[in-house]
């Protein structure tokens, strides 16, 4: 388990099993967080990201404006004089993606094709198999 502190400090508590793989869905806004804890995470952890294609992104923007979730906008979220509250969200929404997806790109040690994760077969070993044949070329 890993603790996030707002003194941006983190700890693992505990140990993964001995010779075991564990993972740590950092779900959230991980990009977001200050610069010195993203060092220490990638000094601590192998980072891998799911790599969106440009083909997924407006399913992606469809989806969301479907079932809105709340966003960090990081100050990518603005309204031009007499814009509609919804219009500044479909002109900012796509923009802010893109930016977040290239920032969790630039953090990654590791990129692997989303599309290949979210395929139903993937199971949890094709997956760790996946992650082990792509850092012999990093």
């Known amino acids: 388990t890993v603790r ?3 003194s941006s400090e983190f700890k693992l508590i505990g140990t993964s099993p001995k010779g075991k793989n564990f993972v740590v869905d950092s779900t959230g806004s991980l990009i ?4 010195d804890l993203l060092k220490k995470l990638k000094q601590a952890f192998l980072i891998v990201h799911l790599e969106v294609t440009e083909a997924m992104i407006p399913k992606m ?4 404006f479907a079932h809105p979730k709340p966003v960090i906008w990081h100050g990518m979220f603005s309204r031009e004089p007499g814009e509609s509250p919804e219009v500044a969200l479909r002109r900012c929404y796509p923009e802010w993606l893109r930016s977040r997806l290239q920032g969790y790109h630039d953090l990654a040690d590791l990129s692997l094709a989303a599309d290949r994760i979210l395929d139903p ?4 070993d094709r997956f760790l198999e996946m992650i082990r044949a792509n850092l012999g070329s990093h």
């Open 4 to 6: 996030l502190k707002k």
């Open 32 to 35: 977001y967080q200050p610069k």
């Open 61 to 64: 923007i469809r989806k969301f």
């Open 121 to 124: 077969k993937m199971t949890t």
